[in-house]
């Protein structure tokens, strides 16, 4: 069965450090998303992205954030000045259609920053 | 906020017993979505109901849905070990053509071999 992907599985990085989290969802789903779930706490969303545009983002999703679709497979997060509270698992998901509304999740990216 | 709330937090039961999960949600919604998440990994798709569905079946999964009282079960009959893990309830809170969910805060089930 498609999957999604996403690299790494685990990224230490110093405060104030760039950090960029690689996902490729499933190969003709339209709409990708990223999620964050802090140790122990619910599964938060971010930014949803559709047509190579944000349709979405939360309040967390703040100017440090932004994501990119390079080469029409990938799907990257970027952090541009990574903060302690950044630290989180995140989840890149992809979605087919707007009508097919199951979301297929990746295994996520576990971000420490110290 | 669109955000469910799951109930209970968590639940441990013996192998072989029925688990009942419920969440509640804040506003209108054309469809709730149960997932599972197994410790440290991605959040795996269990199942949909519409807002005009009731109830629906998967295996050994039913989910109801109470439109009225804006709330949603989830039962799993039979369980085994293999079902320990959290469940969450989402419903969707996007604003324009994209499926944001929105997710509670999980109900943590260990099943007891």
């Known amino acids: 069965e498609p999957e999604v992907t996403q690299t790494p599985s685990h990224q230490v990085t110093q405060m104030g450090q760039e950090v960029i989290l690689r996902c490729v969802p499933i190969?003709?789903?339209?709409?990708f998303y990223w999620y964050r779930q802090i140790l122990g706490q619910k599964v938060e969303f971010l930014v949803s992205?559709?047509?190579?545009?944000?349709?979405?983002k939360s309040e967390i999703f703040d100017d440090q954030f932004s994501v990119e679709r390079p080469d029409g497979s990938n799907f990257t997060l970027k952090i541009r000045s990574t903060k302690l509270e950044d630290s989180a698992m995140y989840f890149c998901?992809?979605?087919?259609?707007?009508?097919?509304?199951?979301?297929?999740f990746g295994s996520g990216t576990q971000l420490s920053v110290l | 906020s669109q955000q469910g709330e799951e109930d209970p937090q968590a639940l441990s039961i013996q192998e072989g017993e029925n688990a009942t999960m419920n969440c509640s949600y804040k506003t209108s919604i054309n469809n709730l979505q149960w997932y599972r998440q197994n410790s440290g990994r991605g959040l795996v798709h269990l199942i949909l109901i519409r807002s005009n569905e009731r109830e629906k079946h998967s295996g050994r999964l039913r989910v109801t849905l109470d439109t009225s009282k804006k709330s949603s079960s989830l039962l799993i009959t039979a369980s085994r070990a293999a079902d320990t893990a959290s469940y969450f309830c989402a419903t969707p809170g996007g604003q324009t053509g994209a499926n944001n969910l929105f997710f509670g805060t999980g109900t943590r089930l260990t099943v007891i071999p």
């Open positions: 992205f559709y047509n190579n545009e944000i349709s979405e």
């Open positions: 190969s003709n789903h339209l709409y």
């Open positions: 998901a992809s979605q087919q259609t707007d009508t097919n509304e199951k979301l297929f």
